[in-house]
């Protein structure tokens, strides 16, 4: 099983869609759990942390299942700017090294 | 905004030859990272580094790979025989001290091509 797992897509939808992105991860002593944005060819950019409360930053809302290792992300009234790559990122526990996913691909259309 | 820097912004250098990366990390950030992304794959990480010694490694940072901080302010990564397989981009990122260790910023990247 790979440590973190995500739907590559790609998940076209129209601007002003409402999207969801999910996320599973396979080591249940993880400790910090993450949303990064990349574009193409660039540097991933941290988006929002991930609490076991959930949390929303404007149009972004993340939730966090311990109990069944699962992350997800919600982006509302989608934009032509959010269209990215979504990497789930989480600590994997004993260090501060972050294990990524393989993204998942956001394209928003006209 | 401080942001990470790194350069070159792309390295093509021939099989066996060793390659520097350098990385300038945000001025009060303590930890620092490499990481690297073949196209198309995940990013996945190489090396931590506080404090001036290494703090964690992967798989994939053999004895081909060193770090070091030589000067205070950048942040190397060598790579002393390169192969065709270490083409990829190579991440750079910091955290600050005190706060949460896993919010790391990443630099634009340096594309090592091994031909």
């Known amino acids: 099983r790979k440590e973190v797992e995500q739907d590559p897509g790609p998940f076209n939808v129209p601007e002003g869609a409402t999207v969801a992105f999910n996320c599973t991860y396979s080591?249940?002593?993880?400790?910090?759990f993450f949303w990064y944005r990349q574009d193409c060819r660039k540097e991933p950019k941290l988006l929002m942390s991930v609490y076991s409360s959930g949390n929303e930053d404007g149009r972004f809302t993340a939730q966090l299942n311990r109990a069944s290792q699962y992350i997800s992300l919600l982006i509302r009234d989608s934009k032509l700017s959010d269209s990215a790559t979504y990497l789930c990122?989480?600590?994997?526990?004993?260090?501060?090294?972050?294990?990524f996913g393989t993204g998942t691909q956001l394209k928003v259309e006209l | 905004e401080p942001e990470v820097t790194q350069t070159p912004s792309h390295q093509v250098t021939q099989m066996g030859q060793e390659v520097i990366l350098r990385c300038v990390p945000i001025s009060n950030h303590l930890y620092f990272y490499w990481y690297r992304q073949i196209l198309g794959q995940k990013v996945e990480f190489l090396v931590s580094f506080y404090n001036n010694e290494i703090s964690e490694k992967s798989e994939i940072f053999d004895d081909q790979f060193s770090v070091e901080r030589p000067d205070g302010s950048n942040f190397t990564l060598k790579i002393r025989s390169t192969k065709l397989e270490d083409s990829a981009m190579y991440f750079c990122a910091t955290t600050q001290a005190g706060a949460n260790l896993n919010e790391q910023f990443f630099g634009p990247g340096t594309r090592l091509t091994v031909l």
């Open positions: 990122v989480v600590n994997s526990g004993g260090g501060n090294k972050l294990t």
């Open positions: 080591n249940s002593a993880s400790q910090s």
